[in-house]
C-alpha cells in the first residue's frame, strides 16, 4: 500500500491547488497531519507552495526516485509495496532479506544511488545518484528450479518492450543486457532463494541508465544512457512504473502459457538476431551466427551448417 505522503502527492499531482481541508477529507486524517506530510515533502525537494488561505499546490515535477513519486504513477501489483533508500550497497541485499521475512511478490525496493551493485559476471555496475535506476522486485513464481533462469529472459522482453512504448528502440544482447545504439544502458541480476527442490523467491535486480549526462572514459566505448542516445530527460518515477507494468503483464503470461510466448517477445527485440557473433566462454571464443534462442533460453549459434544451444557465455562486442 502506498504510504500517506504518497497518497498526498498524488493527490496534489494535477496541479491544481489543494485546500489543507480537502486533502484531509480525501484521505481521512487532520489537517495537522496534512501539513506535516506536506512539509516532509518539500524537505524531500518537491516544489509545493503553500498558498495562504487557499491550500497546496505542486508546480513542476522534481526527477526523484522514491516511493511518493514511484505510487503516483503506478499501474499494477507490483510495486504495491516498495522499500525506498537514498543510498545502499545494493537493492539486492534488501531485496533477499525482505524475501526471508516473506514479503508478498511484487515487493519492490529502489535506491537514488547504490554503492556496491553487480552486473554481469561480477563486474561493478556503475550508477552515480539521482539519475538512474536501479530497483530490485521480489517474485514467487511456481516454477521448477530449471525454469528459473528463463525469468532473465523474460525480464528483459518486457523491458525492452516498455521501453519501445516509450519511444526507445532498446535491444536486448543476449542474456541479460539492455542495448541502445549498440551500447548498453541496462543489465538484469537474477538470484534465488529456494527449499529443497522449490523456490522460495527470486529476487530479479535491474539497472538502467537513464539521465547520466558523462560516461566514464573507461565505460564510453560500451555504454551510454538513455538520455545521451534519445537527447531527452526522463521522469524515472514514470518510466520505472512503465517497466514494471511490461514486467508484471509478461511475467504473467509466461506463467500461465510457458516460455514460448515469451521466446516471441524475446526474438523481436533481439540484437544480432541472424548476424555473426563471437561468443567468449571461459576465456575461450567461438565464432557463429547467432539463430536465437532455444525453448529453453540457450542462445542458437550455428557454426559450419551446425547449429548448437550455448547456456553458458557472453557476446563480445568490447574489448575491456
Do not use: C
Not at 524537505?43 to 508546480?59: V, W
Not at 536465437?292 to 548448437?308: F, M, N
Request: glycine share 8%; aromatic share 6%; charged share 20%.
Amino acid at each position: 500500500m502506498a504510504s500517506t505522503r504518497g497518497k498526498v502527492l498524488n493527490l496534489l499531482q494535477d496541479g491544481t491547488v489543494w485546500s489543507g481541508q480537502e486533502l484531509a477529507r480525501q484521505l481521512n486524517i487532520s489537517r495537522t497531519a496534512i501539513w506535516k506530510h506536506i512539509e516532509t515533502l518539500k524537505q524531500d525537494g518537491y516544489a509545493i507552495e503553500t498558498i495562504p488561505r487557499k491550500g497546496y499546490q505542486l508546480f513542476g515535477q522534481t526527477d526523484r526516485l522514491d516511493e511518493p513519486a514511484f505510487v503516483s504513477f503506478r499501474k499494477g501489483r507490483f510495486g504495491q509495496t516498495v522499500h525506498a533508500f537514498d543510498q545502499v550497497d545494493t537493492t539486492q541485499r534488501i531485496a533477499h532479506e525482505l524475501a526471508q521475512k516473506g514479503v508478498l511478490e511484487g515487493t519492490l525496493v529502489i535506491s537514488e544511488e547504490q554503492t556496491a551493485g553487480r552486473g554481469q559476471l561480477g563486474r561493478n555496475w556503475y550508477n552515480p545518484s539521482h539519475v538512474n535506476i536501479a530497483a530490485s522486485v521480489i517474485l514467487r513464481p511456481a516454477l521448477p528450479i530449471r525454469d528459473a533462469s528463463k525469468l532473465t529472459l523474460m525480464a528483459a522482453s518486457a523491458f525492452a518492450r516498455a521501453l519501445h512504448a516509450q519511444g526507445i528502440p532498446a535491444t536486448i544482447k543476449w542474456p541479460n543486457d539492455l542495448l541502445l545504439n549498440g551500447k548498453k544502458i541496462g543489465g538484469i541480476l537474477t538470484e534465488m532463494q529456494t527449499e529443497g527442490d522449490r523456490i522460495q523467491a527470486v529476487i530479479l535486480g535491474f539497472g538502467l541508465n537513464v539521465n547520466s549526462d558523462v560516461i566514464p572514459d573507461e565505460l564510453a566505448h560500451r555504454a551510454t544512457s538513455i538520455k545521451l542516445e534519445m537527447n531527452q530527460t526522463y521522469r524515472r518515477s514514470e518510466l520505472l512504473a512503465h517497466l514494471l507494468a511490461e514486467l508484471e503483464t509478461e511475467y504473467d503470461l509466461f506463467l500461465a502459457s510457458g516460455f514460448d510466448s515469451v521466446r516471441a517477445h524475446w526474438l523481436e527485440h533481439a540484437a544480432y538476431l541472424n548476424e555473426p557473433v563471437t561468443l567468449t566462454a571461459s576465456g575461450k571464443p567461438r565464432r557463429g551466427t547467432m539463430r536465437g534462442i532455444s525453448e529453453d533460453g540457450a542462445l542458437l549459434l550455428e557454426h559450419e551448417g551446425t547449429v548448437e544451444p550455448i547456456y553458458s557465455a557472453e557476446i563480445a562486442v568490447w574489448n575491456d
